[in-house]
T-cell receptor, first 113, second 115 residues
Framework: AQSVTQPDIHITVSEGASLELRCNYS??????LFWYVQSPGQGLQLLLK????DTLVQGIKGFEAEFKRSQSSFNLRKPSVHWSDAAEYFC???????????WGAGTKLIIKP | GAGVSQSPRYKVAKRGQDVALRCDPI?????LFWYQQALGQGPEFLTY????????KSGLPSDRFFAERPEGSVSTLKIQRTQQEDSAVYLC?????????????FGPGTRLTVT
């Protein structure tokens, strides 16, 4: 069965510092991979997605993620975080035959001033 | 409207009551999804519609949960005889069809508390 693991429940970084949020998935075939952000009181917003092709994917708000098949990972990165990036981040996986998204438990990002 | 809307935003129900949660998808979006998000967890899939057809209801936790989308637009998730374990945020998402089905746009959710 497909599964997604986000090993870090929460991460604290200083404003202006770089960020990497980890995501590992379990899936037999080539997965479709997603990162979403959820701010308090807001709906989930799609940051970026990977279907195929270039393994480095650019998203909105200056985020990027890299698909590494050998490590079954799809880590999210940002070179310099802003206080407005404080939110909860979710990694999700889907298959090419099933539109269900399978979600990780989320990583809460805390920004230190 | 500009985005997916859900109502009510908050619902408190006494155990045993029936509730109905509404989702208004983005106009023109063929696909509609319901997810359940427990506190501190990621969302879990409940059901999926393409237009008015419910193509997948494998995530509905029990026969107390029922979803419909009779005209292929607005959808209602109904929970009968609510139990405390039903307390969660219920998220609705919509998307275009084909490969764009994966690009799901989410509403703000309905927070259900069962007392």
């Amino acid at each position: 069965a497909q599964s997604v693991t986000q090993p870090d429940i929460h991460i604290t970084v200083s404003e202006g510092a770089s960020l990497e949020l980890r995501c590992n998935y379990s899936y037999g075939a080539t997965p479709y991979l997603f990162w979403y952000v959820q701010s308090p009181g807001q709906g989930l917003q799609l940051l970026l997605k990977y279907f195929s092709g270039d393994t480095l994917v650019q998203g909105i708000k200056g985020f990027e993620a890299e698909f590494k098949r050998s490590q079954s990972s799809f880590n999210l990165r940002k070179p310099s975080v802003h206080w407005s990036d404080a939110a909860e981040y979710f990694c999700a996986v889907a298959s090419d035959s099933n539109y269900q998204l399978i979600w990780g438990a989320g990583t809460k990002l805390i920004i230190k001033p | 409207g500009a985005g997916v809307s859900q109502s009510p935003r908050y619902k408190v129900a006494k155990r045993g009551q029936d509730v109905a949660l509404r989702c208004d998808p983005i106009s023109g979006h063929v696909s509609l999804f319901w997810y359940q998000q427990a506190l501190g967890q990621g969302p879990e899939f409940l059901t999926y519609f393409q237009n008015e057809a419910q193509l997948d209801k494998s995530g509905l936790p029990s026969d107390r949960f029922f979803a419909e989308r009779p005209e292929g637009s607005v959808s209602t998730l109904k929970i009968q005889r609510t139990q405390q374990e039903d307390s969660a945020v219920y998220l609705c998402a919509s998307s275009l069809q084909g490969a764009r089905t994966y690009e799901q746009y989410f509403g703000p959710g309905t927070r259900l508390t069962v007392t």
